[in-house]
């Protein structure tokens, strides 16, 4: 198993455009989260999805959206960047059982968006 | 509101000394805790949790509701040991199942 994916590991935007950054889940895993890790800062959360419905959601604008597919795959979309939406952003997934407690969150490599 | 607080931003001990990486938080419920940890050029992933109660490459952390903490702990860090730490919350009710909380993680340099 490859693990959790994303694409692109890398992108350049400018201000104002909009980006969609992709995730696979491991097999198996329903659920999937987005965080959004700012250098020399620890992994902010930005949303959380499970059989394609928003679970949780962070303290980000509407500029920031997200959806699920079928297949459990997600996307990220940003729209209208800034300079400060510079950073890693990064995908988790996660097994989905009615004890979600218990479950561990396991992450992609990220994508690194860079906007001038 | 949950908060995760990693007081030391850097760490540095010799090879074969104790290491121990600070955690601190503040939540209203009952927390799940974790940390994890990213080597140099690979993906962050899972370290220890605390309802496992168990040790990994010889790191333990214990969770004391009273002074709420959960200290990362090794009796003899390893070279190898280098690596960024997060320590993070997990919001184990409400609506928000897989929020995970970090704090602002701890680079851990073992010298030889």
């Known amino acids: 198993d490859a693990g959790v994916t994303q694409s692109p590991t890398h992108l350049i935007k400018t201000r104002g455009q909009h980006v969609t950054l992709r995730c696979s889940p491991i097999s198996g895993h329903k659920s999937v989260s987005w965080y959004q890790q700012v250098l020399g800062q620890g992994p902010q959360f930005i949303f959380q999805y499970y059989e394609k419905e928003e679970r949780g959601r962070g303290n980000f604008p509407d500029r920031f959206s997200a959806r699920q597919f079928p297949n459990y795959s997600s996307e990220l979309n940003v729209n209208a960047l800034l300079l400060g939406d510079s950073a890693l952003y990064l995908c988790?997934?996660?097994?989905?059982?009615?004890?979600?407690?218990?479950?561990?969150?396991?992450f992609g490599p990220g994508t690194r968006l860079l906007v001038l | 509101a949950q908060r995760v607080t990693q007081p030391e931003k850097l760490l540095s001990v010799f090879k074969g000394a104790p290491v121990e990486l600070k955690c601190n938080y503040s939540y209203s419920g009952s927390p799940e805790l974790f940390w994890y940890v990213q080597y140099s050029r690979q993906r962050l992933q899972l370290l220890l949790r605390?309802?496992s109660r168990e040790s990994i490459k010889g790191f333990t952390a214990d969770l004391n509701k009273g002074e709420t903490s959960f200290h990362l702990k090794k009796p003899f860090a390893q070279e190898e040991d280098s690596a960024m730490y997060y320590c993070a919350l997990k919001d184990a009710g409400g609506t928000s199942y897989g929020k995970l909380t970090f704090g602002q993680g701890t680079i851990l340099t073992v010298h030889p």
């Open positions: 988790a997934s996660s097994p989905w059982t009615s004890r979600m407690r218990q479950e561990t969150q396991y």
């Open positions: 605390h309802i």
